[in-house]
C-alpha cells in the first residue's frame, strides 16, 4: 500500500469535521425521518403521540451524531470527511427547509 | 477478522486519547453511579429513625389530606401523599422544591395521632444520596452553567470522548478478539492481566456502556437538540396541540378520594402498585395529579418508578409512562422509556439495582485499568526514571480514583455525627468531601503515585470500619445520639460499606507489593528506605 492510499492521520480537521458538519447532518437526517417517517408532522396525531414522537426524533440525533463522529477517522484525509459529511449536511438540511416550506 | 493496519492504528490513538482525556471523570461518575442504585436505603440510613414521620392506615389518607389541604395554603401547591412503609404519609415542600439542585430543601411532614390529631414537622433534606447523585452527574466539577451545573456539560462531554472510545476499542481489538477474549493471563506479568481484564469487562459490558454513553449526552444536552429540532419543525408544534384548553374552575371539595385516583391509575396500569400520589396547582384552572407506580416485571422509566399523569377532578389520563392499549405512546413512547430505564436499570427489582451497581463498579474499573495500561505502556523499561508525563497521570489517577473514594467514605463515616449539630448538613457533606478530595489530590502529587497508594487505601479502608464502628457505638451508648441501621436496607448498606473496605483490604496487598518487591523500572516502585533515595536523587 503506498503512502498515499493510507488514512492521514488529520485529527483537528475531521474532528471538527465530525462536530460540525456531522451535526447537521444527524439533525437534517432526523428533520427527514420526522417530516416523512411514520407519525409524521403532516399527519393529524394526538398531543399526547406528538409529544413521544418529538421525544423520540429528539433522542435519535445523540446515536447518529456519535457514530458519524466515530467513524469520521476513516475517511483518508480531513479534507475528504468536510467535503462528504459537509455536503451530506448541506443536502439534508436543504431538503428539511424545503419539506418544511412546502408541506 | 482481518482489519487493514492504518485503520487500526488510527483507532488505537483514539482509544488512547479519548480514554486518557475522559477516563477520570468518567470514574467518578461510574463510582458514584453505582451507588445511586441504592439511594433510597442510603437516605434511610443517613435519617434517624423518627425522620420520617409514622404512617397511617390505610384509610386516614383521605382524612388527613383534607386537615393537611384546609390548614396549609403551601400544600395546595404541590403535596405528595405516599403509601410506604417507610416515609411520612405525607408530605410537602416549605422552602425549595423537588426539581433542581438545592441544599436547603425543607420539607414538611404530616401524619395523624392516636387520637386522629394532624401532627407536623418542619425537616430539613437530609439527603446524602443527594451527594452521591451530585457527584455522578457532575463529577465533583463546581459551578452552575444556564438551568444546570456546570459538571453535567463536562460529563456530557466526556460522554462523546467515552463513546469514541468504546467503537475505537472495538475496532482495534477486533483482529484479535476471537482468539483472546476469554483469556486472563496472569503469568505474562501484570500488565498483560490489566489488559485482558480491560478488554473482557469492556467487551461484556459494551452494550451498557453505549446505553449509558448515548444517554448522557442526551441527559447533557438535550436543550440543544430541542433546539434544531425546533427549526426542524417550523411552524408544527413540538409538544402540546394547541387546540383550545377548556378553561373550568375546580372546587377543592369535588377532589375524588385518593382511592379513586389509585383505581384510575390502576386500571391504567394494571399489574402495577401505587407507590405514591402527588397532588399539584389544586386551586389553578390547571390542577394535575402523578401517580408513582412500581413493578418489577418492566423496564420503568424513572430511577425508582413509572408515571401515570392526570386531571384530578376528572381522573382523565393526559399521558403516562407506562404502555397502555388505550394509550398512544406507541414504538416512540417504548423506545423512549427503555431509554431512560436502561440508564436508570429502573427494572428487575433488587436484582436489576445489583445488576447495575456491579455494571457500575465494572465500569470504573474499567476507566481505571485503562489508565493504568497507558501508564504501563509509556514507561521507558530499562531505567529507573520515568518521564515527569508518567508521573504526573499516575498522580492524578491515584488523587482522582482515591480522591473520590476517600471522601465518599469519609461523608459516610462522619454522616450520623454530623446530623447532631444544628447546621445545614448538606453543606456539611460538601465541605468534608471536598477537603478529603482534594486533600487526597495534593497528597498523591506531594508523595507520588506508588508510595501514597498505600497511604490512600488504608485511610479509605479505615473510613469504611468507621461506618460498622459508629453503629457499634450507637448500640453502647444510646445517649450520644446517633443511631444504629434499623431495617434490613441499614444493614444493606453497612455490609456494602464493610465490603468496599474488604476489597480495598485485597488492593492493599497486592499494591504493597508492587511498591516494595515489584519491578524496579516501574513507576510504582519504591524502595523500601524512601529518605536514601531522595538523597541520592538530590545528589
Not at chain 2, 291 to 296: A, F
Not at chain 2, 462 to 475: E, K, M, T
Amino acid at each position: 500500500m503506498s503512502k498515499t492510499d493510507k488514512i492521514q492521520p488529520h485529527w483537528w480537521s475531521k474532528t471538527l469535521a465530525g462536530v460540525f458538519a456531522g451535526f447537521f447532518l444527524a439533525l437534517g437526517l432526523v428533520g427527514i425521518f420526522a417530516w416523512l417517517g411514520p407519525t409524521g408532522l403532516t399527519e393529524q396525531i394526538t398531543p399526547e403521540q406528538r409529544s413521544w414522537k418529538t421525544q423520540f426524533n429528539m433522542w435519535m440525533i445523540a446515536p447518529l451524531w456519535c457514530l458519524i463522529l466515530s467513524f469520521v477517522y476513516m475517511f483518508k484525509t480531513g479534507k475528504q470527511a468536510w467535503l462528504y459529511l459537509g455536503s451530506g449536511a448541506v443536502l439534508s438540511i436543504a431538503i428539511v427547509y424545503a419539506l418544511r416550506s412546502y408541506l | 477478522m482481518k482489519i487493514r493496519s492504518d485503520i487500526l492504528r488510527t483507532y488505537q490513538s483514539l482509544h488512547t486519547w479519548t480514554g486518557i482525556t475522559a477516563g477520570l471523570l468518567l470514574f467518578i461518575g461510574f463510582f458514584a453511579g453505582a451507588l445511586t442504585m441504592f439511594s433510597s436505603a442510603i437516605n434511610d440510613w443517613a435519617t434517624p429513625p423518627e425522620y420520617q414521620l409514622p404512617q397511617v392506615k390505610t384509610d386516614e389518607h383521605d382524612v388527613l389530606l383534607q386537615q393537611v389541604l384546609s390548614s396549609s395554603p403551601e400544600a395546595l401547591k404541590g403535596v405528595t401523599v405516599s403509601f410506604e412503609e417507610s416515609s411520612s404519609p405525607i408530605s410537602w415542600y416549605g422552602h425549595g422544591s423537588a426539581r433542581g439542585f438545592s441544599m436547603d430543601d425543607q420539607v414538611w411532614h404530616a401524619t395523624l395521632n392516636e387520637q386522629g390529631d394532624m401532627i407536623t414537622e418542619l425537616r430539613h433534606v437530609n439527603e446524602l444520596s443527594m451527594l452521591v447523585d451530585y457527584l455522578h452527574r457532575s463529577a465533583g466539577i463546581m459551578g452552575e452553567l444556564g438551568h444546570d451545573q456546570a459538571g453535567v456539560y463536562v460529563l456530557g462531554i466526556a460522554a462523546f470522548l467515552y463513546f469514541i472510545a468504546l467503537v475505537s476499542g472495538v475496532v482495534f481489538l477486533l483482529p484479535s478478539l476471537v482468539k483472546s477474549f476469554f483469556a486472563l493471563r496472569k503469568e505474562k506479568g501484570a500488565n498483560r492481566f490489566w489488559l485482558d481484564s480491560h478488554n473482557l469487562v469492556g467487551i461484556a459490558s459494551l452494550p451498557f456502556h453505549i446505553i449509558i454513553a448515548v444517554t448522557v449526552i442526551v441527559f447533557s444536552f438535550h436543550d440543544l437538540f430541542y433546539g434544531g429540532l425546533s427549526q426542524v419543525y417550523g411552524d408544527k408544534p413540538m409538544f402540546g396541540g394547541g387546540e383550545a384548553h377548556e378553561e373550568v374552575k375546580y372546587e377543592l371539595k369535588d377532589l375524588p378520594s385518593l382511592n379513586q385516583i389509585k383505581q384510575a391509575a390502576l386500571i391504567y396500569a394494571p399489574g402495577y402498585e401505587v407507590k405514591s400520589i402527588s397532588l399539584s396547582r389544586l386551586k389553578s384552572e390547571h390542577p394535575s395529579t402523578t401517580v408513582m407506580i412500581i413493578s418489577d416485571r418492566t423496564l420503568m422509566r424513572g430511577p425508582h418508578n413509572d408515571y401515570v399523569f392526570m386531571n384530578p377532578f376528572t381522573l382523565e389520563v393526559d399521558s403516562s409512562s407506562v404502555t397502555n392499549e388505550t394509550g398512544q405512546q406507541g414504538i416512540w413512547g417504548a423506545v423512549v422509556t427503555s431509554f431512560f430505564g436502561l440508564h436508570f436499570g429502573s427494572y428487575g427489582g433488587e436484582l436489576g439495582r445489583w445488576l447495575y451497581f456491579v455494571m457500575g463498579l465494572g465500569g470504573a474499573f474499567l476507566f481505571y485499568s485503562g489508565n493504568l495500561i497507558w501508564l504501563e505502556k509509556r514507561r521507558k523499561k530499562q531505567t529507573l526514571e520515568q518521564s515527569r508525563s508518567s508521573h504526573f497521570m499516575a498522580n492524578l489517577t491515584i488523587g482522582v480514583t482515591l480522591g473520590c473514594a476517600i471522601g465518599l467514605a469519609g461523608v459516610f463515616a462522619s454522616s450520623k455525627w454530623l446530623s447532631l449539630a444544628d447546621w445545614n448538613i448538606n453543606i456539611a457533606y460538601m465541605w468534608i468531601y471536598y477537603t478529603l478530595f482534594l486533600g487526597t489530590m495534593a497528597s498523591a502529587f506531594i508523595l507520588g503515585a506508588a508510595r501514597f497508594s498505600i497511604l490512600g487505601l488504608k485511610l479509605f479502608i479505615v473510613l469504611c470500619l468507621a461506618v460498622p464502628l459508629n453503629s457499634l457505638i450507637a448500640i453502647v451508648l444510646p445517649s450520644i445520639g446517633i443511631w444504629g441501621p434499623d431495617s434490613l436496607a441499614d444493614l444493606g448498606v453497612e455490609l456494602g460499606i464493610v465490603g468496599f473496605a474488604m476489597a480495598a483490604l485485597f488492593a492493599l496487598k497486592h499494591v504493597k507489593n508492587r511498591v516494595y518487591q515489584g519491578e524496579e523500572n516501574s513507576i510504582w516502585y519504591c524502595p523500601t528506605v524512601s529518605k536514601n533515595q531522595k538523597a541520592v536523587r538530590l545528589v
